[in-house]
């Protein structure tokens, strides 16, 4: 269960998308989609590179597919979601562990399956898909980050929360000291309200 209280819209030309980020399988790429984002990087920059049937790449501060943030990032290509699927968004780069802020989103997953685990995926979009093969080679864009509230959970095992993302653990029919909680520094009583460090956590109800 996901418990991160984002998303993004990619405002375009054309309408906006609304992304669901990959956190659990790529948390080192969405936060740095996600801070540039936040400091403007992408406002403005163009899609330089649209193949119909393919991609819509963008995320070149020079507009020609050259440049980057002025660093690398590694691939992350490990998890569950790493399929090229229409509406997914994944990192461009020029050989693995190259990537930085370039990235594209897919026209279909026919032409792009080879591309599995070769780059990361870290999002997809969820609505406005009608408007991936509209993007037109040279249309701008800018990416617009939305935390959203996170709402009261169900307990269950498992739980992903994302570094520094205020979370709400709520069993629902428990009141205060309902559960426990395990996860990467260490344990505590439910309801939590606070910012956890990124990872897995086992919720156990007590009765």
């Given at each position: 269960?996901?418990?991160?209280?984002?998303?993004?819209?990619?405002?375009?030309?054309?309408?906006?998308?609304?992304?669901?980020?990959f956190e659990k399988d790529a948390p080192n790429t969405v936060a740095n989609f996600v801070k540039l984002a936040k400091e403007g990087f992408y406002e403005g920059l163009k899609f330089h590179r649209v193949i119909p049937g393919f991609v819509a790449q963008g995320g070149c501060p020079q507009g020609i597919g050259s440049g980057g943030p002025g660093y690398t990032i590694d691939c992350e290509l490990d998890g569950d979601n790493q399929h090229h699927d229409k509406g997914v968004l994944s990192m461009a780069h020029a050989g693995r562990n190259t990537g930085g802020s370039q990235f594209f989103i897919v026209h279909n997953r026919e032409n792009t399956a080879h591309l599995d685990r070769n780059h990361t995926c870290f999002g997809k979009v969820t609505e406005g898909l009608d408007l991936v093969e509209k993007i037109n080679q040279g249309d701008t864009f800018r990416v617009e980050v939305i935390e959203d509230p996170v709402p009261p959970v169900n307990c269950g095992p498992d739980v992903f929360v994302c570094e520094g993302t205020p979370v709400l653990l709520d069993c629902g029919v428990f009141l205060a000291d309902a559960f426990t909680w395990t996860g990467p520094t260490g344990t505590g009583n439910g309801p939590q309200h606070e910012a956890l460090v990124s990872g897995d956590y086992s919720v156990t109800v007590v009765a």
């Amino acid at each position: 269960m996901h418990l991160c209280g984002m998303n993004a819209k990619i405002h375009t030309d054309h309408g906006t998308m609304t992304v669901e980020f990959f956190e659990k399988d790529a948390p080192n790429t969405v936060a740095n989609f996600v801070k540039l984002a936040k400091e403007g990087f992408y406002e403005g920059l163009k899609f330089h590179r649209v193949i119909p049937g393919f991609v819509a790449q963008g995320g070149c501060p020079q507009g020609i597919g050259s440049g980057g943030p002025g660093y690398t990032i590694d691939c992350e290509l490990d998890g569950d979601n790493q399929h090229h699927d229409k509406g997914v968004l994944s990192m461009a780069h020029a050989g693995r562990n190259t990537g930085g802020s370039q990235f594209f989103i897919v026209h279909n997953r026919e032409n792009t399956a080879h591309l599995d685990r070769n780059h990361t995926c870290f999002g997809k979009v969820t609505e406005g898909l009608d408007l991936v093969e509209k993007i037109n080679q040279g249309d701008t864009f800018r990416v617009e980050v939305i935390e959203d509230p996170v709402p009261p959970v169900n307990c269950g095992p498992d739980v992903f929360v994302c570094e520094g993302t205020p979370v709400l653990l709520d069993c629902g029919v428990f009141l205060a000291d309902a559960f426990t909680w395990t996860g990467p520094t260490g344990t505590g009583n439910g309801p939590q309200h606070e910012a956890l460090v990124s990872g897995d956590y086992s919720v156990t109800v007590v009765a």
